[in-house]
């Protein structure tokens, strides 16, 4: 009889969202993130979006008691080291899934405040803006908003690297261990704040000038979650995530005709160059 090698079970990360059906945000993003990092990631559904590079044409919310279903089952059986919000529209979605991941345990979890597409479409309804406060950042252990997102979750305008610092420090007082205020919406190069309530860090990195930009938010957020369920320390885990969406963004190529994705698997592309077809 033959020796097989144990087989080693990979980390595990669940992701709560919406779904992009032109897959370059959304679940469909997190999903490749996970993969494309050696996560394997599980889904729970919030809403299912009709979209494509072009815009967000029509949104169909997930029943709660649906989105409640999915989180049990998937904790109960697989269960995570990690886990990311992402799209989550309405104040009883916001509610019923931080009581679920709350109640899982779920420690490592990162909050992507989806607000607004790339697009411009309003993923998150205003009412939910409270909710998100109350319900969600008590409980996470990052939160990744860009100026615009921290601008709502602050109520007040951010122009400057004093005013950044000052959001930073109001949102780590609404519950979460760290917050990342992205800097890809200032001008010149993209410096991301990290702040873990007491001490500030600052990630600098070059910008890349490209179109492709569709699903960055989800993907960085994601990374973070997938570095943290593979036992990386938080701030390891964001500067790692930065690594990734900005190598994902150089690499990137156009899908449409709107703001085509990142390139979540830049790794491994190069095999595409000896299939047949289209040139590439």
């Known amino acids: 009889m033959l020796d097989h090698p144990p087989v080693l079970t990979p980390p595990k990360a669940i992701t709560v969202a919406g779904s992009d059906s ?55 059986d697989i269960g995570a080291d990690a886990g990311k919000t992402g ?18 345990g779920v420690s490592k979890l990162v909050v992507d405040p ?41 109520g007040r305008r951010i122009t400057s690297d004093g005013e950044a610092r000052d959001a930073a420090r109001a949102i ?5 261990a760290y917050v990342v205020v992205k800097g890809g919406h200032r001008d010149g190069d993209p410096v ?39 036992g990386a320390e938080t701030l390891d885990a964001i500067v790692q995530a930065k690594t990734f969406i900005t190598d994902a963004l150089r690499h990137s190529y156009a899908i449409g005709s709107g703001h085509s994705p990142v390139n979540h698997f830049y790794e491994t592309t190069g095999a595409l160059s000896s299939l047949p077809g289209k040139e590439r």
Request: some cysteine; aromatic content about 6%.
């Open 192 to 230: 991301d704040l990290v702040y873990d309530g007491s001490t500030f860090v600052e990630l600098p990195s070059e910008r890349i000038y490209t179109s492709n930009t569709h699903g960055t938010g989800c993907t960085f957020s994601a990374a973070i979650a997938a570095y943290l369920a593979g």
């Open 87 to 104: 799209m989550l529209s309405s104040p009883t979605i916001i509610e019923v899934v931080a009581d679920r991941l709350d109640a899982w």
């Open 114 to 154: 989806v607000m607004v597409a790339k697009s411009g479409d309003r993923l998150l309804q205003l009412n939910a803006e409270d909710a998100l406060k109350s319900f969600l950042l008590p409980i996470a252990h990052v939160v990744t908003p860009n100026i615009p997102e921290a601008e709502v979750l602050v």
């Open 22 to 76: 032109g897959a370059g945000a959304g679940i469909q993003a997190d999903l490749k993130t996970f993969a494309a990092l050696g996560v394997y990631g599980t889904s729970a559904l919030t809403a299912v979006t009709a979209q494509n590079t072009r815009g967000v044409f029509a949104v169909a919310e997930v029943p709660e008691e649906i989105i409640v279903a999915q989180i049990d089952l998937l904790m109960e």
């Open 172 to 176: 780590a007082e609404m519950g979460c």
